[in-house]
Structures are given as C-alpha cells and as structure tokens.
C-alpha cells in the first residue's frame, strides 16, 4: 500500500525559502511509470500544481512558479522535495505530494500524502 | 494555459438524489480529464480518469462522460459520504496541469 508522507517547517518568513519533503513508502520511487509531484491548496481556495520529477531527475515546472521553485528527487532515501524561494503571504498554503502518472494520458494524481500547512508570516 | 470552468460553485442536493457536476476546459483536451473528491481535512481523492474511467475502488454510482471541452460527473444517488467538493484537472498538454475552481455538493 503507497504511502506519501509531507515533512517541513509550518512557518516560513516573508522572503525565505520554503522546503519541503515527501517520503514514499510501500513502493519505490524507481518507477518507469510514475512522476512525482507537489500541489498546494491556500486556505479555502482550489488546486494548483506546483512541478513534477521523474526518478530520473526530468522536471516539470508550472510556469507561474517557474523561477522560484525547484523539484530534487533523491533515490537512495525514497524522497523528492521542494524549494520555493522569495516567498509571501501568498504562498501561505496547504502543500501535498502525489503520484502522478508518467504517460501522456495518464498525467493524473493518482495517490496523496495528507497535506501539510506552510504559513508564511513574521 | 488550459483553463478549466467548473459549475456550479454549489451545488444543494438531497440524499438518494442525482447530481450532475459541470467542467469545461477552454480548449480540446479530448478525455485527457480526471476528477477529485476532497472532505474537509482530507487529500483529493482520484474518482476518475480518461474522462470517463473510474479510479480503483469508487462506487458505480459515480459515473464521467464527454471528451473535448466539455465534461460531466454523475453521482447517481447520493450517499452521506458522497457530501464533499469535487475538482476536475486536465493532462491533456505536458507540463500544464490545471485544476477546476471546484464544486460543493452540500445537503440540500
């Protein structure tokens, strides 16, 4: 049974980075079929996808974010995180990790960590 | 960038009642479109894949239909657990991913 656990700081301040961690467990990151990815939800508000990685190191960037956010994978512990620099109130968020399918039709999210809630504040 | 239109906002529906969810995207996505259930505290939940494929374990009473830019999410006959906010996302064009604004199915 996959797993998606999100780990980091509840508090950032206003121009700092957010960093953040998603382990996978009950299933290997080392997949042909899989990316992995990070989506936020701010408080009360819809969906936005963040970036994907493949086990490989291939990424994906939305390109509102592109600039300020980088996607790492590290194999070895089963991990891939998240960086998002310069950050404001804006980026005040609940942060997910997910699976997300690597063909082209099948670029969907198909399993999630729970959620953790990054607030950007002094 | 693909956006993607969900009506209504809320929709306000009786238990044992139908409910026909709304996504449209603003432009041809063919099926290339999933949706989500989330309940408060929760992660989304997959329900639907290929516009039209349920996600493993979900209820037939959920059902998807249409391809290009307009999409439908039909729950049969609602349960008290079927109470939730539903999003559609497309994947139709590597690496945009969008996600709808959302619709609340609330107790009517």
Redesign the interface.
């Known amino acids: 049974h996959l797993q998606l656990q999100e780990s980091g700081p509840g508090l950032v301040k206003p121009s700092e980075t957010l960093s953040l961690t998603c382990t996978v467990s009950g299933g290997s990151i080392n997949s042909d079929d899989y990316f992995w990815g990070w989506i936020r939800q701010p408080p009360g508000k819809g969906l936005d996808w963040i970036a994907s990685i493949y086990y490989s190191g291939s990424s994906y960037y939305n390109p509102a974010l592109e600039g300020r956010v980088t996607i790492s994978v590290d194999t070895s512990k089963n991990q891939f995180s998240l960086k998002l620099t310069s950050v404001t109130a804006a980026d005040t968020a609940l942060y997910f990790c997910a699976r997300q399918g690597s063909g082209w039709y099948s670029g969907y999210f198909d399993s999630w960590g729970h959620g953790t809630l990054v607030t950007v504040s002094s | ?1 693909i956006l993607m239109t969900q009506s209504p906002a809320t929709l306000s529906v009786s238990p044992g009642e139908r409910a026909s969810l709304s996504c449209r995207a603003s432009q041809s996505i063919s099926s ?1 479109l ?1 949706w ?1 259930q989330q309940k408060p505290g ?5 329900l639907m ?2 516009a039209s494929t349920r ?1 493993t374990g979900i209820p037939a009473r959920f059902s998807g239909s249409g391809s290009g830019t307009d999409f439908t999410l039909t729950i049969s006959s609602l349960q008290s657990e079927d109470f939730a906010v539903y ?1 559609c ?1 497309h ?1 139709d064009n ?9 619709t609340k199915v609330e107790i009517k």
């Open positions: 960038e290339n999933a989500y929760q992660a989304p939940r997959l894949y290929g996600a999003f996302q994947y590597w690496p945009g991913f969008t996600f709808g604004g959302g």
